[in-house]
């Protein structure tokens, strides 16, 4: 299916064009018919020669229903421009125009209507003229007359070459479906209708209305019941357990959209508006119109803040309209492309003009959305419309690289920093350097790592295992001390004369240099296989007095060396008072 919009001025024959094309009735409301003028979306649909079929969302004309032809068009791909031959160019052709020009609509066709009332030619070029300076150069152009059949069969051709040119539309991607009618049907609950774009919609599939759980119960196209449905395509969707939605509302994939109320635009003018905005408008995608606050930020960059969020992608398209312009005045002033759906806060003086130099010249693309925001989750990325390009630095996380590059050489300067602040310490904890550099998540922080940095225990290394001059010079002391003693360790009096506290006692014990039995006695290494074996030649079991005989130290030594010992599985406890050495040591 192919599904073409109407545009054109109130009164020009769109209408009647639909119902010579597919022999249906678009005016659905008993008033359109009574007077003759369309006031709400209609729909009808019909086979080309081709056999392809094409559904028309005919739009009203009329100056008080640009919001409801703009919820009609939003969606569509191609437009049927209609101008009637005996009034030509009229303000609501020019506003029809301006909106899809703002819309970046690039596919359609020029019919001028009731050929039979006047020569169109006239009519012709001068819509042909406006049509390409709006980018629709070169589109096809027919005279046809609805009253009585003249141009009707080629018209049919036309739309289905036009047809054959438009975008093929990807079945795989997320799903939004933009919300243009709801009602209830009684025995099956609440149906809305939208024109799907692209992606697929199956009976079972769990979406999203407006961030809430909504089941697709059934599905229907042109009135047939289906199983699944691929844009593009009018469809109506029968949905379980939820209450009557409103126009504007959307039914999306979850987790593939980001729901946002500020946006950051770039804004193309269009028609006769000037470069600056109003501080209030109505921004406009698909078929929702929300009043929005805007915020020049520099250049053509511009900050939006919406009435409610909406499900939005890099890259989307919103057309900006001032309704509070006098009456004859073309009220469709800029498209605004997306560039950013969660800009930060600007806090900082000059923080705006910095944010536009970086947005500016942006594709709306997962570089781009890097580029604004450093470090993104692959999910994140699939939310906003952009795919992760390349590959993640770390577990989901990806990186801009510029920015992954500063970090490596932060973080080495940080390590560095803490090193010569805290000489004693075996290296800079993980956290720490989190903290410092200001990421999300402590496994950026190891992927980031690299020679002569390493990571150990938790810690950043930033240089060999070793001690401070000071701290080895005080360590080789106590050796000297040690070496005919080597059980009498110093009590804490003795290591503070030596410059040995806490912290450098336990940077020695790490770096191999001293052997902590207990709290507050240390030795030399080796001195507990040294006190095995001298255990060895006592009889067996032996107490602790025995123990503290044949080592030649005090029982503030002896018990914590025996303690050690026992969980060394060098000796082992017999009862409460009597130990005995292992022949072997464990394992053997």
Not at 168 to 181: G, I, K, N, Q, T
Not at 295 to 314: K, N, S, T
Not at 446 to 468: K, N, T
Request: overall charge positive; charged content about 25%.
């Amino acid at each position: 299916m192919h599904v073409v919009a109407t545009a054109g001025h109130v009164d020009h024959g769109k209408s009647t064009l639909v119902r010579a094309l597919t022999g249906m009735e678009p005016d659905r409301l008993e008033e359109e018919r009574r007077r003759g003028l369309t006031i709400e979306l209609g729909y009808a649909w019909a086979a080309l020669p081709s056999g392809r079929v094409l559904a028309f969302v005919d739009v009203p004309g009329h100056e008080r229903f640009l919001g409801t032809m703009l919820a009609g068009v939003g969606p569509v791909p191609a437009v049927m421009f209609v101008v009637a031959a005996d009034e030509g160019w009229m303000p609501q052709s020019e506003e029809h125009l301006v909106a899809l020009e703002a819309l970046g609509v690039r596919h359609g066709l020029l019919v001028v209507t009731r050929c039979d009332l006047r020569d169109p030619a006239a009519a012709m070029e001068q819509a042909r003229d406006r049509l390409a300076a709006a980018g629709l150069a070169g589109v096809e152009t027919l005279a046809v007359s609805g009253r009585t059949g003249q141009g009707v069969a080629e018209l049919r051709e036309a739309l289905d070459r036009l047809a054959a040119a438009l975008p093929a539309p990807d079945p795989e991607a997320p799903v939004r479906l933009w919300v243009d009618r709801a009602f209830t049907v009684p025995g099956s609950g609440t149906v809305v209708t939208g024109t799907l774009p692209e992606g697929t919609i199956s009976v079972g599939d769990r979406l999203e209305l407006d961030g809430a759980p909504a089941g697709v119960r059934s599905l229907e196209s042109l009135k047939e019941p289906l199983a699944s449905v691929s844009g593009v395509a009018r469809v109506a969707v029968n949905l379980r357990g939820r209450g009557l939605p409103e126009r504007g509302q959307a039914l999306v994939t979850p987790g593939r959209w980001t729901h946002t109320d500020l946006v950051d635009v770039r804004i193309s003018p269009v028609g006769p508006a000037g470069d600056e905005l109003p501080g209030r408008l109505t921004a406009h995608i698909g078929s929702a119109a929300v009043v929005c606050e805007s915020r020049p930020l520099g250049g053509r960059v511009v900050r939006l803040r919406l009435a409610r969020p909406l499900p939005l992608h890099l890259g989307d398209v919103l057309l900006l309209r001032d309704p509070g312009r006098d009456r004859g005045q073309v009220r469709v002033l800029a498209g605004a492309r997306v560039l950013d759906v969660r800009p930060p806060a600007l806090r900082r003086r000059g923080a705006a003009r910095v944010r536009a130099a970086l947005l500016e010249p942006a594709a709306p693309d997962a570089a781009s959305a890097l580029r604004a925001h450093r470090l993104l989750r692959a999910g994140d990325l699939l939310a906003m419309g952009a795919a992760p390009g390349g590959s993640p630095v770390c577990g989901d996380w990806h990186a801009d690289p510029e920015y992954w590059a500063e970090l490596g050489e932060r973080l080495a300067e940080v390590a560095r920093r803490h090193a010569a602040e805290h000489p004693l310490e075996p290296g800079m904890p993980i956290e720490a350097a989190r903290h410092e550099l200001g990421l999300p998540d402590r496994r950026l922080v190891a992927a980031l790592v690299r020679p002569p940095l390493a990571v150990a225990e938790g810690r950043i290394l930033s240089r060999p295992p070793g001690l401070p001059t000071p701290v080895a010079t005080a360590v080789e002391r106590l050796g000297l001390e040690l070496a005919a003693t080597p059980f009498q360790a110093p009590e804490a009096g003795r290591l503070a004369e030596l410059g040995l506290g806490a912290r450098e006692l336990a940077a020695a014990v790490r770096a191999g240099r001293l052997l902590r039995v207990g709290e507050g006695v240390v030795l030399l290494p080796g001195a507990d296989a040294r006190a095995a074996e001298l255990l060895r030649k006592l009889p067996q079991p032996f107490t602790v007095s025995q123990a503290r005989r044949a080592l030649g130290t005090s029982r503030r030594v002896a018990v914590p060396l025996l303690e050690h010992l026992d969980r060394s599985g060098l000796t082992e406890r017999v009862d409460e008072l009597h130990r005995r050495c292992r022949m072997s040591s464990p394992g053997r």
